[in-house]
């Protein structure tokens, strides 16, 4: 499933997702961003973790719900390719 990162710290991140999860399952999941590399303009760096989902909320009336994810375990890894414009998870 795709997501939209709200926040992003060294500890968790919050996103916004079309499913709601439920607190304390595992996910694994990838969050892209931009390298700013000069050279490599299509160069992306990936955030590949297993996190915990701590908090899930509704948002309004709509289907989408907030997710707070505490993340375990992370990697770095580079991608040369166009990311998606939203985290995956």
């Known amino acids: 499933m795709e997501s939209r990162t709200v926040n992003l710290s060294s500890e968790g991140f919050y996103c916004i997702v079309q499913e709601p999860l439920t607190p304390g399952e595992h996910i694994d999941c990838d969050i892209l961003f931009p390298s700013h590399n000069k050279e490599k303009k299509d160069t ?15 948002i309004g009336r709509s289907a989408r719900f907030g997710l707070g994810c505490r993340i375990e375990h992370y ?15």
């Open 75 to 89: 990697r770095v890894i580079q991608r040369e390719e166009t990311p998606i414009t939203s985290s995956q998870v």
């Open 44 to 58: 992306f760096l990936c955030l590949r973790c297993q996190a915990l989902v701590v908090r899930v909320e509704t």
